[in-house]
């Protein structure tokens, strides 16, 4: 049974930062994991991705050279750290675990399971 929890969500200024959390448990070895986002009346768009086997990292346009993500193997944990952070970043975010690694990192449907999303708002 896998299972992701999130953590890290709030309220911040424009150009401030935050740091979510994803821990994982259950079979989530040769995964890969996907942080999305939900603004209110949009689509889910892919954030930022990781491949465990490999450590590759992938990231949508929007967020490049703001945000890094990254995995704790010992705290089977991956972070999001959201810098420069713009009002329009504000969203639900949600991690997600593709087991059986499709490489279709910014797909949504391409991932098995979720978290339960954490809520991140910047205002300007």
């Known amino acids: 049974q896998v299972q992701l929890v999130e953590s890290g969500g709030g309220l911040v200024q424009a150009g401030g930062s935050l740091r979510l959390s994803c821990a994982y448990s259950g079979r989530t070895f040769s995964s890969s994991m996907g942080w999305f986002r939900q603004a209110p009346g949009k689509e889910r768009e892919f954030v930022a991705a990781i491949k465990f086997s490999s450590g590759r990292l992938y990231y949508a346009d929007s967020v490049k050279g703001r945000f890094t993500i990254s995995r704790d193997n010992a705290e089977n944990t991956v972070y999001l750290q959201m810098n420069s952070l713009k009002p329009e970043d504000t969203a639900v975010y949600y991690c997600?675990?593709?087991?059986?690694?499709?490489?279709?990192?910014?797909?949504?449907?391409?991932?098995?399971?979720w978290g339960q999303g954490t809520q991140v708002t910047v205002s300007s």
């Open positions: 997600a675990l593709d087991i059986y690694v499709r490489d279709s990192y910014g797909i949504a449907s391409s991932y098995d399971f």
